[in-house]
């Protein structure tokens, strides 16, 4: 499957399960914990799993998760070194890195929110435009697609009286997750979305990088990637609170990263759901969040990290606090509705003890494409309709982010 096709098959507006079931078009791949290349292929329940082969060695081919009640297929896997040049599942090519990543699509926050009050009109392409957005990433032809999480919100109905989602199915089943899981190569970050009380379910069985558990667990091990010259570190805190900071979950979070952090390269990026330094939105707009990852990282950030990429804050912000702190970029803004932005300029704003060096932030939806450059990265924010909303030149720990109109 090429990429183009895998980014629309994750968008396509079909919610019928036996639909999906009986005409799955093909296996999505992951970066899996071990540094592997997980070859995912959903089939119906019964079936047996596909034949696999990388560079055309056979692969062990497994099954994840059988089929139940809320998921009526079942899950095969393969994994494969992530050198492989040519993978198979079944007849199909199964999407593989490229030796160096020169081009990496980040996007973030993408589901349809259906969650009490709070509901998005699913099938206006302007209100929900995530259809869009994965269309233009795959056009853009990365070498490798990072979700920062939170893939699922279908938590509650459709109101009876609201057609812009009437028919969107909701709950964590197979309906609400078949269109967002074709991936070319992926690396999926989990969001609190994804937590046990609300789409855990699915995520373990679908999207979770690691070996497949008996039960929804509410942390998972963080895990390193060196892979295409980049190092990826990659860290579940969907459980992590807001604004406090319990012991318990300070403690667990530091020791975690205590193993994540040690030794890390030149240039790292820590990959985490919630952002570690950034203001909150909304009612809470200006406030401190995360407290618990700022208190369980405190004394542990190495010289090497220069980024911290996350979503959760659902619009497109950048922060950057000088050369004593990794920078922290945002890309919440791709598909969930958007949040109003704080009136406190971010420039000059204290987070954690340290001043906001230099701050962007901006309400459109939209996908962030980064691209390899001499001595760092450079980014350009892309709407809907590939309309260039802002650029961002990524430099070590130094990075600038402005609006495209002003360039």
Same mark, same amino acid.
Request: aromatic share 8%; charged share 20%.
């Given at each position: 499957?090429?990429?183009?096709?895998?980014?629309?098959?994750?968008t396509?507006?079909?919610f019928?399960?036996?639909?999906?079931?009986?005409d799955?078009p093909?296996?999505?791949?992951?970066?899996?914990?071990?540094?592997?290349?997980?070859?995912?292929i959903?089939?119906?329940?019964g079936?047996?799993?596909?034949?696999?082969?990388?560079?055309?060695?056979?692969?062990l081919?497994?099954?994840?998760?059988?089929?139940d009640?809320?998921?009526?297929?079942?899950?095969? =896997? +393969?994994?494969?070194p *992530? $050198?492989?040049? %040519?993978?198979?599942?079944?007849?199909a @090519?199964?999407? /593989?890195?490229?030796?160096?990543?020169?081009?990496?699509?980040?996007?973030?926050?993408?589901g349809?929110?259906?969650?009490g009050?709070?509901?998005?009109?699913?099938?206006?392409? =302007? +209100?929900?435009p995530? *259809? $869009?957005?994965? %269309?233009r990433?795959?056009?853009?032809? @990365?070498?490798l /697609?990072?979700?920062?999480?939170?893939?699922?919100?279908?938590?509650?109905?459709?109101?009876a009286?609201?057609?812009?989602?009437a028919?969107s199915?909701?709950?964590?089943?197979?309906?609400?997750?078949?269109?967002?899981?074709?991936?070319?190569p992926?690396?999926?970050?989990?969001?609190?979305?994804?937590?046990c009380?609300r789409?855990?379910?699915?995520?373990f069985?679908l999207l979770?990088?690691?070996?497949?558990?008996?039960?929804?667990?509410?942390?998972?091990?963080?895990?390193r990637?060196h892979?295409?010259?980049l190092?990826?570190?990659?860290?579940?805190g969907?459980?992590?609170d807001?604004f406090s900071?319990?012991?318990a979950?300070?403690?667990?979070?530091?020791?975690?990263?205590?193993?994540?952090?040690?030794?890390?390269?030149p240039?790292?990026?820590?990959?985490?759901?919630?952002?570690?330094w950034?203001?909150?939105?909304?009612s809470?707009a200006g406030?401190?969040?995360?407290?618990?990852?700022?208190?369980?990282?405190e004394?542990?950030?190495p010289?090497?990290?220069?980024?911290?990429?996350s979503g959760?804050?659902?619009?497109?912000?950048?922060?950057?606090?000088?050369?004593?702190?990794?920078?922290?970029?945002i890309?919440?803004?791709?598909?969930?509705?958007l949040l109003?932005?704080s009136?406190?300029?971010l420039?000059?704003?204290?987070?954690?003890?340290?001043?906001?060096?230099?701050g962007?932030?901006?309400?459109?939806?939209?996908c962030?494409?980064?691209?390899a450059?001499?001595?760092?990265?450079?980014?350009?924010?892309?709407?809907?309709?590939d309309?260039?909303?802002?650029?961002?030149?990524?430099?070590?720990?130094?990075?600038?982010?402005v609006?495209a109109?002003?360039?």
């Amino acid at each position: 499957m090429s990429l183009r096709s895998a980014l629309w098959v994750i968008t396509a507006f079909v919610f019928t399960a036996k639909a999906w079931a009986a005409d799955w078009p093909g296996p999505w791949t992951e970066l899996a914990s071990d540094g592997t290349l997980s070859a995912r292929i959903a089939v119906t329940a019964g079936t047996a799993c596909p034949k696999a082969t990388a560079d055309g060695a056979d692969l062990l081919t497994t099954l994840r998760t059988r089929a139940d009640d809320g998921f009526p297929v079942a899950v095969c =896997e +393969a994994r494969a070194p *992530a $050198a492989t040049r %040519q993978l198979i599942v079944g007849d199909a @090519p199964a999407p /593989v890195l490229p030796p160096e990543v020169r081009r990496i699509a980040v996007i973030g926050d993408t589901g349809c929110r259906l969650e009490g009050h709070a509901i998005q009109d699913c099938n206006d392409t =302007e +209100a929900w435009p995530f *259809a $869009a957005i994965a %269309q233009r990433a795959a056009e853009h032809k @990365p070498d490798l /697609v990072i979700h920062v999480g939170d893939y699922y919100y279908r938590e509650s109905a459709c109101p009876a009286d609201r057609k812009g989602c009437a028919d969107s199915s909701h709950g964590d089943n197979w309906d609400t997750w078949a269109p967002l899981l074709a991936a070319a190569p992926w690396i999926m970050v989990r969001g609190n979305h994804e937590q046990c009380r609300r789409g855990g379910h699915g995520w373990f069985r679908l999207l979770d990088p690691h070996p497949a558990p008996l039960e929804c667990a509410d942390r998972t091990d963080p895990f390193r990637l060196h892979i295409g010259g980049l190092d990826l570190l990659w860290f579940d805190g969907a459980d992590a609170d807001e604004f406090s900071a319990s012991a318990a979950k300070v403690s667990t979070y530091a020791a975690q990263l205590a193993g994540l952090l040690a030794a890390v390269p030149p240039h790292a990026w820590l990959l985490t759901h919630r952002p570690i330094w950034a203001l909150a939105q909304g009612s809470l707009a200006g406030a401190n969040t995360n407290v618990t990852e700022q208190r369980a990282i405190e004394g542990q950030v190495p010289s090497g990290l220069d980024l911290i990429l996350s979503g959760h804050l659902h619009d497109f912000t950048s922060y950057e606090f000088g050369p004593r702190r990794p920078a922290q970029l945002i890309v919440g803004d791709s598909g969930d509705t958007l949040l109003a932005l704080s009136n406190t300029p971010l420039t000059g704003a204290e987070i954690d003890g340290m001043r906001v060096a230099s701050g962007f932030a901006l309400k459109r939806f939209g996908c962030f494409i980064m691209e390899a450059s001499d001595g760092g990265w450079d980014g350009t924010l892309y709407s809907s309709d590939d309309t260039i909303l802002a650029r961002c030149h990524l430099r070590s720990r130094s990075l600038e982010c402005v609006p495209a109109q002003t360039q």
